[in-house]
T-cell receptor, first 111, second 113 residues
């Protein structure tokens, strides 16, 4: 089955905390793993990771893929209330625009 | 640069009716794909269109169909609506050749009563 599993399903942290979100995937025809942030409706692209293992960074967010463990983590340091969102990871197998999404991690950052 | 535009944003239909949703991609993006998002199943791929041709299709019944016009705008249609079709329908566009990196619209929220 073409599965992507995210954990935890949800978490609540205080502003300033560091969080790590997890995503595991199946290897069949794997090309890349993508992370998206969904605040209200439209998911917005964060990172694309490949088996090269190169870490991607953007401000307080960073992500890396572990091809041995078939997993990826998304780190957010010094969280802010604006980081509150659903974080989605998706697996891309090279078939057109077909991404297989996990069900997401709902992050809530409180003051 | 305008983003992906979807219309209508919200709609309510009754079982058995049909619905048509519209999507205008980002200018220059020729690929348009559609996803269904529900609380239980998450985001699921419906289909993708490029050059007015369906390129790939997800595991949805034939009641779900789509098309793309020469200006890259796309429509999707759901016929004989069922209660389980209630969902957020998201359209995404991409630059052909930029694999996987999709730009999503705000979605059309469909409620079937």
């Amino acid at each position: 089955e073409d599965k992507v599993v995210q954990s935890p399903l949800s978490l609540v942290v205080h502003e300033g905390d560091t969080v790590t979100l997890n995503c595991s995937y199946e290897v069949t025809n794997f090309r890349s793993l993508l992370w998206y942030k969904q605040e209200k409706k439209a998911p917005t692209f964060l990172f694309m990771l490949t088996s090269s293992g190169i870490e991607k960074k953007s401000g307080r967010l960073s992500s890396i893929l572990d091809k041995k463990e078939l997993s990826s983590i998304l780190n957010i340091t010094a969280t802010q209330t604006g980081d509150s969102a659903i974080y989605l990871c998706a697996r891309y197998t090279g078939t057109a625009s077909k991404l297989t999404f996990g069900t997401g991690t709902r992050l809530q950052v409180t003051l | 640069k305008a983003g992906v535009t979807q219309t209508p944003r919200y709609l309510i239909k009754t079982r058995g009716q049909q619905v048509t949703l519209s999507c205008s991609p980002i200018s220059g993006h020729r690929s348009v794909s559609w996803y269904q998002q529900t609380p239980g199943q998450g985001l699921q791929f419906l289909f993708e269109y490029f050059s007015e041709t369906q390129r790939n299709k997800g595991n949805f019944p034939g009641r779900f169909s789509g098309r793309q016009f020469s200006n890259s705008r796309s429509e999707m249609n759901v016929s004989t609506l069922e209660l389980g079709d209630s969902a957020l329908y998201l359209c995404a566009s991409r630059v052909v050749g930029m694999a996987g990196e999709l730009f999503f619209g705000e979605g059309s929220r469909l409620t079937v009563l």
